[in-house]
């Protein structure tokens, strides 16, 4: 099933609501709106008036609330309107289940697996903004992608400028592929200095205005760990062809390095939109009102090589990545029960790391993951391994 020539292009946005999905939506009334864009389905989880306001506005057939507690609300919210609605689990499959050649799965963390994975059975293509799919499923969902015969478009911006620079090139010559990364708002800050932060001071980024998880994983650098896992799958690496490189400036948001020297890189204002745009549109080019470029302004792009010391999300990914099998899906649920951890008070900044890594060390005894129900297995037991560590941290403290 191919869905590039469908016009308007029926779209269903899972996560509408966050940042991702709201800066979608913007991008789609910029591209034309209703003329150019049938919206489908709508989610959301606690934001329900957003949630309502949006289904009302771009006409959605289906609104639905990841939330069962929610789903009152939500119906009377849109009463008279038309629009469906639904809740729960169930209403997420219902979503991704109907008719749209274009899926954006951007619900943020490991509840967006099950939706996306439905939707790329049923050959939606796919805008990916959703990195735990590929970090926690890795084969597995690249190969139902292609079983169910839709695209992979990647909407992570390193990611959309990876995707961007490969256009028209041969994969058999690329050599490296280089990661950018801010290096977030501890790029400077020593491990004593990161030891009592909170998460309202973790959560401010220098140039990314992003959702919580990711802005958290901007300044533990597991964000790019993700990363790193994102793109292995993502463009069918060897694991020491991905790398990353701190560039504070976030202008340079990824490049390819090709085997007779060259590079291609991707640059622009680090804007979300732009990815959005570039994923909802490909192969073609949109219009957008995103800030320009100015070069004389700009002046330098600086480099820095990271530090793994610092930061040691980015061993532990390289580390996931060697050892391939199910430990992509540990290192993924069991950051994401420490992130949560993190952001309730109950542990440290730096507990994070030491969390995951344990958990990773537990789990790997060479399984591999056959099928995604072996991913959702292997998750569970990740989040129980770091929940007896987060009680034990807890007691400690
Ligand atoms: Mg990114």
């Not at 903004?129 to 992608?145: I, M, P, W, Y």
């Not at 990711?214 to 694991?239: Q, T």
């Not at 790997?364 to 129980?384: K, L, N, P, Q, Y």
Request: net charge negative; charged share 25%; proline share 3%.
């Amino acid at each position: 099933m191919t869905n590039a020539s469908e016009m308007p292009r029926k779209l269903t946005i899972l996560g509408s609501t966050g940042s991702i999905g709201s800066n979608t939506l913007d991008v789609v009334r910029q591209l034309g709106g209703r003329g150019q864009f049938e919206i489908v389905a709508l989610t959301g989880a606690g934001n329900i008036a957003l949630l309502a306001e949006q289904a009302r506005q771009f006409g959605a057939e289906l609104a639905v609330t990841a939330e069962d507690d929610n789903y009152e609300d939500l119906k009377s919210a849109l009463a008279g309107t038309g629009i469906k609605t639904a809740a729960g689990k169930s209403g997420l499959e219902e979503a991704a289940s109907m008719d749209a050649g274009w899926v954006m799965a951007a619900i943020a963390g490991t509840p967006g697996l099950a939706p996306t994975v439905t939707a790329a059975k049923r050959g939606a293509d796919i805008a990916l903004a959703n990195k735990e799919c590929l970090v926690s499923a890795g084969d597995v969902f690249v190969r139902t992608v292609k079983q169910g015969g839709g695209r992979l478009i990647p909407v992570d911006s390193e990611h959309s400028a990876i995707f961007q620079c490969l256009t028209g090139d041969h994969r058999e010559a690329v050599e490296r592929i280089i990661l950018t990364a801010s290096g977030g708002p501890f790029r400077t800050w020593s491990r004593e200095e990161m030891t009592n932060v909170t998460a309202d001071v973790a959560r401010a980024h220098p140039n990314w205005s992003m959702g919580l998880k990711v802005s958290i994983g901007s300044a533990s650098m597991f964000n790019k760990g993700l990363e790193m896992i994102e793109a292995k799958y993502l463009f069918d690496l060897r694991p020491d062809q991905v790398e990353v490189i701190v560039h504070p400036q976030s202008i340079v948001h990824s490049m390819v390095g090709y085997s007779d020297g060259s590079y291609i890189a991707q640059l622009g204002s680090p804007d979300m939109r732009t990815a959005i745009s570039y994923a909802l549109t490909y192969p073609e080019r949109g219009q957008l009102n995103v800030e320009r470029l100015d070069f004389a302004k700009l002046a330098r792009l600086d480099f820095e090589a990271p530090d793994e010391a610092r930061f040691p999300a980015l061993r532990l990914a390289r580390t996931a990545l060697e050892r391939g099998g199910l430990q992509g899906a540990a290192l993924n649920a069991a950051e994401e029960t420490a992130f949560h951890a993190f952001v309730d008070g109950a542990i440290g900044f730096l507990d994070m790391a030491d969390i995951v890594e344990t958990v990773m060390d537990r789990m790997d005894d060479g399984r591999s993951a056959g099928t995604i129900e072996d991913v959702f297995a292997a998750d569970e037991e990740a989040r129980r391994h770091a929940g007896e560590l987060i009680s034990t941290k807890e007691k400690a403290a």
